[in-house]
């Protein structure tokens, strides 16, 4: 079953503008990593946030996390066509196995 | 690139049939895991391996079994292949055990059973 639950499910935006997708999550965590994935390809990682930071930054990605509100939610800045994937959290739910646990993600689609 | 390597990148297969996927971690990670991605389920853990012993198992179908072996690398075993296992299936590979590291990811295995 799918822990995490990204929102909105697709995002439509024109360059240079901002993206923000938000993640919910059911149970305590010990880490919550972004992962993106272009059609049909690999999984790149983006960003891992631990459970006792608040906030993350790379380049121009922003993470933040909730855990009182089990949400996190990623920032991509100044969205480039290149930004153009399907994006993923996934989170370990407390487990200390590799054993992530990902939403259904979010399709982005920045409009050159 | 992540650093792990997975072959084949793509292959069609009959049902009924048996496949090996293969997976090369990234140099000096001791932890091999397994995914499967497909349009129903989504991005599902399939096992873990951690220095060639079994670490987690997820929902693995009993068809299917995986073993990591002294150089590290990793084969995932799928037998008596169905049409509802035509998936992407991923290898991913992390540091040490897990322990809040990282995971990376391959490109992934693109099987077709028809």
Redo the contacts between chains.
């Keep these: 079953s799918?822990q995490g639950e990204e929102d909105p499910q697709a995002l439509s935006i024109q360059e240079g503008e901002n993206a923000t997708m938000n993640c919910s999550y059911k149970t305590s965590i010990?880490?919550l990593?972004w992962?993106r994935q272009n059609s049909?390809?690999?999984?790149?990682?983006l960003i891992?946030i631990?459970s006792n930071e608040r906030e993350k930054h790379s380049g121009r990605l922003r993470v933040t996390l909730d855990t009182s509100k089990k949400s996190s939610s990623l920032l991509i800045t100044a969205s480039r066509a290149a930004d153009t994937a399907s994006y993923?959290c996934?989170t370990?739910g407390s487990?200390?196995?590799?054993?992530?646990?990902?939403?259904?993600?979010t399709t982005l689609q920045v409009k050159p | 690139d992540?650093g792990v390597t997975q072959t084949p990148k793509h292959l069609i297969t009959a049902t009924g049939q048996r496949v090996t996927l293969r997976c090369s971690p990234r140099s000096g990670d001791l932890?091999v895991?397994w995914?499967q991605q497909s349009l129903d389920q989504?991005?599902?853990?399939l096992i873990?391996y951690y220095n060639g012993e079994e670490?987690?198992k997820?929902n693995i179908l009993e068809r299917f079994s995986a073993q990591q072996f002294p150089d590290l690398h990793s084969e995932l075993n799928l037998s008596s292949l169905e049409l509802g296992d035509s998936a992407?299936y991923?290898c991913?590979s992390?540091g040490q055990?897990?322990?809040?590291n990282?995971?990376?990811?391959?490109?992934?295995s693109?099987l077709t059973v028809v």
Excluded: C
């Excluded at chain 1, 049909?40 to 990682?45: A, D, F, I, K, M």
């Design positions: 799918q010990n880490n990593q992962y049909g390809r690999g999984l790149v990682h891992l631990r993923f996934a370990d487990s200390n196995t590799g054993k992530l646990i990902f939403g259904q993600g | 992540s932890s895991y995914y989504g991005l599902q853990f873990q670490r987690a997820g992407l991923f991913a992390s055990g897990y322990s809040g990282t995971i990376y990811f391959g490109e992934g693109w």
